[in-house]
Every structure is written in structure tokens, then in C-alpha cells.
Nanobody, 117 residues
Framework: QVQLVETGGGLVQAGGSLRLSCAAS????????MGWFRQTPGKEREFVAT????????YYADSVKGRFTIFRDNAKNTVYLQMNDLKPEDTAIYYC??????????WGQGTQVTVSS
């Protein structure tokens, strides 16, 4: 069992930055990949970024490439999403996910990010 808790969401103006954090507990954090998804009302959950267990491999959605950075600190059992140059279309609930037994099998409760124009 893995528990995930996201923090760091909030309200920011377009062009600003936010850093989301996701603290994990319950299993050896350095043994599984982590990721971030986001969702807006009426739409399906959308992939944002993923990072492998070691932290040396990352992958991004085209919509955030060059603006968002995913990284992890295995000593702190935490994965981060640094979001720069935020746009109103980035407004969403952001979810942290862990791929422990299979892809994306554990999820956090989500944190709201709102970008004003």
C-alpha cells in the first residue's frame, strides 16, 4: 500500500510559477516510477509528466514540455513538479500517481492549481 499527499497548489497569475510536491509513504519510494496528471471539470484526466525510479528518465506531455520539470528526491520520498510560465489553460486539479505494481495504480487526492489571465 502506498499513500500519496500532494501540496503546493494555489492561485497564480499567468507567467508565474508554482512547485507541487507529492510525499509518498508505505513502500520503498526509490523502487517505482512516479507521475503527474491533471483534470478539469468535464474532461478526462490528462497525462502531464512521469519520472522513472532512479530519476534519470523523464517524459512530458507536449503541452507542458519546456515549461514544467518533474524531479524526485528519493531520500525525502518526494516527487516534485516545477511549473514555470503558467498559462490559464494549465488550470486544473493536479494528481500525483505511483506505478508500484502496474502503471498508475496509486493516486493522491489532488491539489488545485488556478492560473488567472
Amino acid at each position: 500500500q502506498v499513500q500519496l499527499v500532494e501540496t503546493g497548489g494555489g492561485l497564480v497569475q499567468a507567467g508565474g510559477s508554482l512547485r507541487l510536491s507529492c510525499a509518498a509513504s508505505g513502500r520503498t519510494f526509490s523502487s517505482y516510477a512516479m507521475g503527474w496528471f491533471r483534470q478539469t471539470p468535464g474532461k478526462e484526466r490528462e497525462f502531464v509528466a512521469t519520472i522513472n525510479a532512479s530519476g534519470r528518465g523523464t517524459y512530458y506531455a507536449d503541452s507542458v514540455k519546456g515549461r514544467f520539470t518533474i524531479f524526485r528526491d528519493n531520500a525525502k520520498n518526494t516527487v516534485y513538479l516545477q511549473m514555470n510560465d503558467l498559462k490559464p489553460e494549465d488550470t486544473a486539479i493536479y494528481y500525483c500517481t505511483a506505478s508500484v505494481h502496474r502503471s498508475y495504480d496509486y493516486w493522491g487526492q489532488g491539489t488545485q492549481v488556478t492560473v488567472s489571465s
